[in-house]
Nanobody, 124 residues
Framework: QVQLDESGGGSVQSGGSLTLSCVAD????????MAWFRQIPGKHREGVAS???????LYDDSVKGRFTISRDDAQNTVYLQMNGLKPEDSATYYC??????????????????WGQGILVTVSS
C-alpha cells in the first residue's frame, strides 16, 4: 500500500492556474504508474492524466493542452499543472498509483492506491 498525500488545491477564477502535488511515501513509492483523477459529487471518478516510463503521458480530451502531468522521482512527487481552468474543472482531485506499469495504458484502468483527495473550485 502506497500512501499518497495531495496538496495545492483551492479556489481560483476561470482562466487561472493551480498546481497540484502528490507526495508518495518514500518507503513504498513506485515510479511505475502514477495518475490524477477527479470526481464531482454524484458522478463517477474520471481519469485526468497519467504518467509512466513505458507509456509516457496520457490525458483526457477535456484537459489536453491545458493540464500537464509530471514527476520528480527523486522527491517521490507527481505534479498536475492546471492552466486555463474552467468552472467545469471544479472537482475533488485524487492522486493514484499502481505498481503495474500496464495500468497506465488507459485512464479507464483500475488503480491500486489512492490519496485522500483535494478540492479544486473554479469560479466563473
Amino acid at each position: 500500500q502506497v500512501q499518497l498525500d495531495e496538496s495545492g488545491g483551492g479556489s481560483v477564477q476561470s482562466g487561472g492556474s493551480l498546481t497540484l502535488s502528490c507526495v508518495a511515501d518514500a518507503g513504498t513509492y513506485s515510479n511505475d504508474c502514477m495518475a490524477w483523477f477527479r470526481q464531482i459529487p454524484g458522478k463517477h471518478r474520471e481519469g485526468v492524466a497519467s504518467i509512466s516510463t513505458r507509456f509516457g503521458t496520457l490525458y483526457d480530451d477535456s484537459v489536453k493542452g491545458r493540464f500537464t502531468i509530471s514527476r520528480d522521482d527523486a522527491q517521490n512527487t507527481v505534479y498536475l499543472q492546471m492552466n486555463g481552468l474552467k468552472p467545469e474543472d471544479s472537482a475533488t482531485y485524487y492522486c493514484a498509483a499502481d505498481s503495474l506499469e500496464n495500468t497506465c495504458r488507459s485512464l479507464y484502468n483500475r488503480f491500486h492506491d489512492w490519496g485522500q483527495g483535494i478540492l479544486v473550485t473554479v469560479s466563473s
